[in-house]
């Protein structure tokens, strides 16, 4: 248990549905972030938020669209993927302070696009 | 070129070995490099992280890091079954929420 939790963990949708991928962080974190992880590849960085806000979008397509209600709470919501949008999709959190940098992943959410 | 290059393996070695896991990295802003474990199917367990150049041990994990030749290592003692993993190394960057650059992570596996 990593204080992440994802959901959810498996899911297969066609390419004109639409979907969310959910996180929730337990552990006080001010920042949280989705990476997204495909074979043979490093882990991409997507999307930013800290306190909220978004701060980084790292040219990520619009099907791919963030929300961060509060700071314990991030979605992925998922419109009109593709087949190579098929990957493992990671939240993370981490304390933006001077205490320290760790960030914490969760289990992910594997995500396959027929 | 990538930022942080790391060799995907696999490597293999017989049980209580050490192991040695490499990366060398281009960007000099990184402030701080973190080391990940990461069992199959599952997402990645931070196992080390590193400010300065030198050594930092916590049990048999031993990570390096020598910022004049932009290299990073991480060291297991004693390398068990259960050490079987693939490990990502990261540099990082903060402001706005920590950003990591990872690499593509090298596949250990520890035979009995």
């Known amino acids: 248990e990593t204080g992440v939790t994802q959901t959810p963990r498996h899911l297969v949708m066609g390419m004109t549905n639409k979907k969310s991928l959910k996180c929730e962080q337990h552990l006080g974190h001010n920042a949280m972030y989705w990476y997204k992880q495909s074979a043979k590849k490093p882990l991409e960085l997507m999307f930013v938020?800290?306190?909220?806000?978004?701060?980084e979008n790292n040219s990520v397509p619009s099907r791919f669209s963030p929300e961060c209600p509060n700071s314990s709470h991030l979605f992925l919501h998922l419109h009109t993927l593709q087949p190579e949008d098929s990957a493992l999709y990671l939240c993370?959190?981490?304390?933006?302070?001077?205490?320290?940098?760790?960030?914490?992943f969760g289990e992910g959410s594997w995500l396959t696009v027929v | 070129q990538k930022e942080v290059e790391q060799d995907p393996g696999p490597l293999s070695v017989p049980e209580g070995a050490i192991v040695s896991l490499n990366c060398t990295y281009s960007n000099s802003a990184f402030q701080y490099f973190m080391w990940y474990r990461q069992y199959s199917r599952k997402g990645p367990e931070l196992l080390m992280y590193t400010y300065s150049s030198g050594n930092k041990e916590d049990g048999r994990f031993t990570a390096q890091v020598d910022k004049s030749s932009k290299y990073i290592s991480l060291f297991i003692r004693d390398s068990q079954p259960s050490d079987s993993a693939t490990y990502l190394c990261?540099?990082?960057?903060?402001?706005?929420?920590?950003?990591?650059?990872f690499g593509t992570g090298t596949q250990l596996k520890v035979e009995l």
């Open positions: 938020y800290n306190f909220k806000e978004q701060t």
């Open positions: 993370a959190s981490s304390q933006e302070d001077r205490s320290g940098n760790t960030i914490y």
């Open positions: 990261a540099g990082g960057l903060t402001g706005g929420g920590n950003k990591l650059t």
